[in-house]
């Protein structure tokens, strides 16, 4: 029995591009060049503020990957995108992924807090560490750097990054000497009410998590287990309390793969038509991604063998996402499918990111199942295909959380900094 | 000798007034000016104020606040790196139809000192590192051609990716490429050089406007604006500059004043209403992917 929570959750869209599924591209509601047409992006913005929606998101890594047969790897940069949405927009929070390993912390600093500033607090750095060859060689590098030297420079950066956004308020210098940075300066951006952008951080390495408790104000995590995801909110949330701040200032906003219809039957024929429209290679080349293999290599008529579901030896140079890696596992261990029922289930279930198929209705009892059990604060809501997904999720599944006194009426809060203190408090962490 | 058109330099405590103010926005998108630089004193040695705004964000934003406006978004190649900055240029690009292009000058007064990002110890000049971040900027803009974006619902192929090409830069910086941004319908955007004594423009395929010294835009300063006789270089502009602490008004004012002795230019892309033509595209260059193949199913 989970004990009732107060007070609304936190409801974010993340964009990625024109929806989650590559074969989006194809909605009759889109032309080829939507996912750079300035009309595109106005309407995604202005629909999700009429939801009164919280956020909008962006994921992002600095490389393109093949855009063959899909637009997600086509991404705009996110400030810039974003800025403009604001732009066409009053209250609606954005989220913009930056790199810390392909960034320059005063160069970062100042155009998040003038993004903060142009957007009038609305604005929120994602932080991220990036990993794979394709961005290094955009920026130089043969590769990148193993991952605990990226998560080192990370802390780093970002503890350079607050310091010049204080130095904004404060007026004075940051005489800054580390292992990776030495910075003389301040900035003279005016920042918006005396505040500075929301940190995101997303990943689930231990020293991703280490790094949210310290320093984040919302996690973009990736759950796939309602269980999984309330240790890992805990473990955060207590970890932060650890440092000193109160477990209501780091929001737990996983990642959540949608496909609506007006019935089940309705919206299964929509996953299935959309995953059938969209290129095969897709499913394995995104579990070779998450889990640092080559599932191409796999018998599609087997289980997974051990040694692929095994911890890899050494994190250090592991390709894979740690956190989505993780999981994966987890959720083969449950049932053992061989690798093309598990590629087939998850067109239901997600991979990485939780996924869920089913009517309006179903969502909200999802969300508030996991609200009430202490898993989450929110969601990031990962439309199937983003132009009418969300209008779906506006129009239909936030009119029933408020029903429920889960969601808000009308805005209440001018910035993404007041949408997040105005939501629910923490549930308990022990 | 013909008339000059009209632009504008913003400094960033003006252009802090102008994102603050609606009502400024219209009369700045109303003035029949063919650009603004935004954050002018990042490149033209004038020295820090004490505002500022990233440029390329602000420009973002009044692109969905306007629908003339055109803008120069003022950039340093030391801690932004090329490729970060060819990816907000693109962006905007799309995002404000072609009203958008970059400007590089003299160094940022606002940036520490330090070069993060060149590839050498060897000492260089500042317009060599200019003139290297303008060339990786266009290659990268140029990188993926807007018309390889097909979107075939009968193969599945949503772009032809083989027409998408490595860059390969490897100068002061370096990088690989593409970009992740197609170019603008519009085609590549616009940049600028604002030459100074100290910062002079080197001749380059890849700058299309050099603003300042020698160049085709003269800097008038607003207090100088009412005296002006009216003369101008052949084809070229006036960039109406104010003095360190005037107002947004003030240069509203003036600007205003000034528009009925300068050729007023029409709406529509940065190029088209300067006249300049859209860069053609290198042949050379890897493709960055294999021809795509109609999918199968799994």
Wanted: overall charge negative.
């Amino acid at each position: 029995m989970t004990e009732r929570r107060s007070g609304h959750v936190i409801l974010g869209i993340n964009a990625l591009v024109l929806g989650y599924l590559p074969a989006s591209w194809q909605s009759p509601e889109l032309t080829p060049g939507s996912f750079v047409d300035p009309a595109y992006w106005e309407n995604i913005g202005r629909t999700a503020e009429r939801g009164t929606l919280d956020a909008v998101f962006l994921a992002d890594i600095p490389a393109l990957g093949d855009p063959a047969h899909d637009a997600n790897p086509a991404h705009m940069e996110p400030t810039v995108n974003w800025s403009y949405v604001a732009g066409v927009t009053d209250r609606l929070g954005v989220v913009a992924t930056a790199s810390t390993t392909f960034n320059d912390p005063f160069d970062l600093a100042e155009r998040w807090l003038s993004f903060d500033h142009v957007t009038r607090g609305r604005a929120a750095w994602n932080i991220v560490t990036s990993r794979g060859a394709a961005p290094a060689r955009n920026f130089g590098f043969g590769d990148v750097p193993p991952r605990d030297d990226r998560y080192d420079r990370a802390a780093e950066f970002v503890d350079v990054v607050r310091a010049l956004w204080d130095s904004a308020v404060t007026g004075d210098r940051v005489h800054h000497r580390g292992e990776y940075f030495e910075i003389d300066g301040r900035l003279s951006v005016p920042p918006f009410a005396d505040s500075a952008p929301v940190l995101f951080q997303a990943g689930g390495s231990a020293k991703g998590r280490e790094l949210a408790a310290r320093v984040a104000d919302g996690v973009f995590a990736a759950e796939l287990t309602r269980d999984q995801a309330v240790e890992h909110y805990r473990q955060v949330k207590r970890r932060a309390v650890e440092h000193g701040r109160s477990p209501d200032s780091v929001k737990i906003v996983p990642g959540l793969l949608t496909t609506i219809g007006s019935t089940e039957e309705e919206a299964r024929r929509r996953n299935d038509d959309l995953h059938d429209r969209g290129p095969a290679s897709y499913s394995i080349e995104w579990l070779s991604q998450s889990m640092g293999i080559d599932a191409g290599k796999l018998d599609l008529d087997a289980p997974f063998p051990e040694e692929v579901l095994a911890a890899p030896d050494d994190l250090q140079t592991f390709t894979g996402s740690v956190g989505f890696r993780e999981s994966i596992v987890a959720q083969i261990r449950r049932t053992n499918p061989t690798v093309r029922e598990y590629l087939k289930q998850t067109r239901y279930t997600g991979s990485g990111h939780a996924g869920f198929v089913g009517t309006p209705e179903q969502l909200a009892d999802r969300i508030e199942d996991w609200f009430h059990a202490g898993a989450v604060d929110g969601f990031n809501l990962q439309p199937d295909v983003l132009v009418d997904g969300l209008q779906v999720i506006v129009d239909e599944v936030v009119p029933i959380l408020r029903k429920r006194g889960l969601y808000r009426h009308e805005y209440e809060t001018d910035t993404l900094r007041g949408h997040f203190e105005a939501a629910a408090a923490s549930a308990p962490l022990w | 000798m013909s008339i000059p058109f009209l632009s504008l330099a913003l400094d960033g405590p003006q252009l802090v007034e102008l994102l603050a103010d609606d009502a400024a926005i219209r009369r700045w998108d109303e003035l029949p000016s063919a650009f603004s630089v935004l954050g002018v004193e990042r490149v033209d040695g004038s020295g820090a104020r004490e505002a500022t705004v990233d440029a390329s964000v602000a420009a973002a934003i009044l692109a969905g606040r306007t629908t003339r406006a055109r803008f120069l978004v003022a950039a340093s190649p030391t801690r932004d790196h090329p490729y970060n900055l060819a990816r907000r240029v693109a962006s905007l690009g799309h995002l404000s139809r072609g009203r958008s292009g970059v400007i590089f000058g003299d160094h940022d007064p606002y940036a520490p000192a330090g070069d993060p990002w060149t590839t050498t110890d060897v000492g260089f000049t500042r317009g060599e590192q200019i003139a290297d971040a303008l060339c990786a900027v266009r290659a990268l803009e140029q990188s993926w051609p807007y018309e390889s974006v097909v979107g075939d619902l009968e193969t599945g192929i949503f772009v032809q990716s083989n027409l998408i090409r490595h860059v390969d830069h490897d100068g002061l910086h370096r990088t690989a490429g593409p970009l992740t941004v197609p170019e603008p319908p519009t085609g590549a955007s616009v940049t600028a050089w604002l030459a100074t004594d100290r910062v002079p423009a080197i001749p380059g395929d890849e700058t299309d406007l050099v603003i300042g010294a020698g160049g085709a835009v003269r800097i008038v300063d607003a207090d100088a604006a009412e005296a002006w006789s009216g003369e101008a270089s052949d084809g070229g502009g006036l960039l109406l500059r104010g003095r360190p602490g005037s107002t947004l008004a003030e240069l509203l004012d003036a600007a205003e004043s000034l528009a009925g002795r300068t050729r007023p230019v029409g709406d529509g892309p940065l190029r088209q209403v300067l006249d300049l033509s859209v860069p053609s595209r290198p042949a050379v260059g890897r493709a960055a992917f294999p021809q795509p193949q109609p999918h199968a199913v799994l």
